[in-house]
């Protein structure tokens, strides 16, 4: 009986780590802002905004109206970005009310955060060294949703 409970008890676990083992395919510049136009989004080098960051080796930002900004940042490395990204999620954190809806989605190579707060949709995606984020009007979601789920971030 004891063998039993312990067969299933490792088919479980091996189940639940086993989602966290997925990886994802990194995304270019190009793809992204192929991607964005698209999807209506107009298309802009955003590499001014960093030009004293030297761990930055591109962003671009998709614009879609004034409140709607979908960027996309390649760093010159993992750790780079996973700091930039923890950054984020905190500003973000900080901004959750009562009610509010989080989502979180880890794997190998990736990790995606999203919240709906205040009428606002903030959403953080990273795979490896690059990281896609915004921080909207709930009005604006499917539309970033969609540029999200095309590049699978």
Do not use: P
């Amino acid at each position: 009986m004891k063998k039993n409970y312990l067969i299933i008890f490792a088919i479980i676990l091996f189940t639940l780590c086993g989602c966290s083992n997925k990886s994802k395919e990194v995304k270019g510049i190009d793809e992204f802002n192929e991607i964005s136009v698209n999807n209506d989004f107009k298309v802009v080098d955003n590499m001014n905004s960093y030009e004293n960051i030297n761990y930055i080796d591109y962003a671009t930002l998709a614009v879609i109206d004034d409140d709607s900004n979908l960027e996309m940042v390649i760093y010159e490395s993992v750790d780079y970005a996973k700091e930039v990204q923890e950054n984020q999620i905190e500003n973000f954190a900080s901004r959750k009310s009562t009610g509010a809806t989080e989502k979180k989605d880890k794997g190998k190579n990736y990790y995606k955060y999203s919240l709906i707060s205040n009428n606002r949709y903030m959403v953080s995606s990273r795979v490896e060294n690059t990281l896609i984020f915004c921080n909207t009007s709930l009005s604006n979601k499917s539309s970033v949703d969609a540029i999200l789920e095309e590049l699978e971030y």
